[in-house]
DNA sequence: CAGGAAATTGAAAGCGCTTTGAAAATCGGG
DNA sequence: CCCGATTTTCAAAGCGCTTTCAATTTCCTG
């Protein structure tokens, strides 16, 4: 059923039906309620390509997803954060579209959409320190927000992100109020913008306690449970191991607690553990009281947040660029406490 | 830069440059070279929804994912699968677009997908023990696969699914032959066919090996590490505790390792455990020596497959269902083994 | 070199919708 | 009851592409 017959079973003009169901003024109450009746009926929705060529709208966002070549990941956090911006697309009525893609086709990939107007904007995942992205997507015609950052300036582009250099110098000063010393990082891929401020603000942390980084104390890897393992245990064979860990995912979490455990060290006693904390629905940091003193940072809500905001510079493609930073919480739980005696805290200052 | 102006470029018609690009025979070797160097160069792509218009097919395939409305939850497995299904579209020209819905408005939803004709057709995720949308699918005139099956009759539709029934049959049998005779299930949600499935390869076995099943021993949960986790410090708790678990995922079986750690068992002496396995990319299951002995069932090419398949229904529409159930492999690992002494396996038969 | 066949190009209609500009119907006031 | 103002409806153009059918050009053969 298209909108020519649905107008000929009423007797009425396209034109008329077309306004009618679109909310148009200028037709009467009691045409509209047929025309409503009869639509309903009929089963009729107005075909999407169509009226997508006639108002010059696609009422699509699209959403490019790197997966990463080298181990060919999917990350989970995608999972959730996509479930938050469907939620605002449902609301307004716009389609989400998922583009899967190597670095190798990136490129193509960008100017493809830009070119064949499927979608109204776009929303970037995943952006690494460098990054040649940037220039390509503001030579493409299309909205866009980012979601986290590129490395080199930061205005000039929609964005979205946490603060996840602050987050980490927080969770860092934490511990080393503790009284820890050797606070080790098992990062993400430092390639990614996310993992280097993350970095940063440990190491301004560490500078800011008068503590010297050291090498050894800082891994970057993708962030799996197995990976969180293999680095725990290695840390934990070092000739002078750290005493307090800080993690860029739960799911690594799950992999250094294993390896604690293996190693019979009581968390929060013997060894402490922050880890940052997406929120992920699968991966719900124990009940009432955390297993993981975490910073938390629900990516469902970034989501939310990143869809909303490409909306709105839909709705008002000259608005000056718009940016949020997050702040994450930094919830207390039971996976941290004082730096174990050998080191006797208590002596310094 | 549209068709028009290409072709006003180019001193020819819309329909020469039209054909040049889309490959037909009746236009010369020359100008097709022309027209090509010409769409290069101006980085021409065709509008999809005028294409779509024109031709009748919106070249996108949508995925519509049930968001459980209980714990709002995005089941992990679906980026794998949808990285899969990608990699396909991707190599077809095809997009992907994504619908997430509780079960509220899926009706609705199915019915908007059919009306608007935006896809070409549907991949249907998660199906139910009872699930009112296959007629709903039917109704609407789409192609569509199942990932999956529906409870009831299995024919009448296409759909991919691994052999739930006899893959757990399989790991059932394979504990009962190692002596267990009290083997528990940590199920997903029995009201996903998935799981009912499991359920029934499980008793299945127990059954064949003339062992009874106890209510006390069979759970079924979303399958966060959370909930293995406590299942088993719960099933642990029993004064008949099992000496074998089966579970539905590497995710919940990371929460059944940590119990049983924690509760001072050795995986694969003091206790056993049979992992479903996904081989989801944030969970790989140890290097070359398994960890968990594990059903492998790479849910990433089911995505594949599932794409090949509903690509192969849309260009033959009339074409018979098609069905393909594929087998889990049985891969052993590090946490299984004989059943403890207590039990005096060797004393039977 | 004529003439028909084959190869190549083009004009125009159509896909299903929105929207402009014009026409028809309705209304209110003198 | 008539006329201008206001509502309500409609015909037709246009969005950017494909495709049918017709026109033109090129080629080959006698």
Known sequence: MNLRELSQVLGLSQTTVSRALNGYPEVSEATRQKVAAAARKHNYRPNTRAKGLATGRAMAIGHVIPVS????????????????????????????????TGNREE?????????KRSVDGIIVHAPRVEDDRLDLLQDINLPFVVHGRFGGPTDGYNWLDMNNRRAFA???GFLAELGHRRIALINGLESMDFAARRRDGYLEALNNHALSPDPALMVSHEMTEFNGYDATL??????????????????????VRRACHERGLVMGRDISLISHDDDLSYFRNGGRVPDFTSLRSPVRDHGRRAAEMLLRVIDDPDSTPITELLEAELQIGLSTGPAPAPLRPARQG
Chains 1, 2 share one sequence.
């Open 170 to 172: 927080r969770a860092t």
């Open 69 to 100: 070549s080298q181990h060919e990941v999917v990350n989970p956090v995608f999972a959730d954060f996509i479930a938050g911006a469907g939620e605002i697309y449902a609301r307004h009525g716009y389609d989400m579209m998922l583009s899967l």
């Open 107 to 115: 490129a193509r990939l960008y100017r493809d959409l830009g070119a």
């Open 234 to 255: 290695a840390l934990l064979d070092l000739p002078c191991p750290p005493t307090a860990l800080l993690t860029s995912s739960m799911i690594s979490a799950l992999g």
